[in-house]
């Protein structure tokens, strides 16, 4: 069983940055690949980013160049560095964890982007 909690949301004007946090819990973190989310009202759960164990990456292309995911196994954590910030990222983010056939998530953080 893994535990996923979020922190880093909240407001900010366009063009600013956030950093969100995703503190995990259990010892095989190091092995899972590790995922943000994001769902805006109205719409589906869409991959922001994706960070393998291996250190392989994958954007989605509306923030190909803005955002960057990166992980510390030491601390249990992974991070997503948001710059760039445009109106449309606004959206309630999640942080997911996957491997050995099971999915986690956690209870996501909301980022507005608003001036």
């Known amino acids: 069983q893994v535990q996923l909690v979020e922190s880093g949301g909240g407001l900010v004007q366009p063009g600013g940055s956030l950093r969100l946090s995703c503190a995990a819990s259990?010892?095989?973190?190091?092995?899972?690949?590790m995922g943000w989310y994001r769902q805006a009202p109205g719409k589906q759960r869409e991959l922001v980013a994706a960070?393998?164990?291996?250190?392989?990456?994958n954007y989605a292309d509306s923030v190909k160049g803005r955002f960057t995911i990166s992980r510390n196994n030491a601390n249990n954590t992974v991070y997503l560095q948001m710059s760039g910030l445009r109106p449309e990222d606004t959206a309630s983010y999640y942080c997911?964890?996957?491997?050995?056939?099971?999915?986690?998530w956690g209870q996501g953080t909301q980022v507005t982007v608003s001036s």
């Open positions: 997911n964890a996957a491997g050995y056939g099971n999915v986690y």
């Open positions: 259990g010892s095989l973190f190091r092995l899972y690949v």
């Open positions: 960070l393998t164990s291996g250190g392989r990456t």
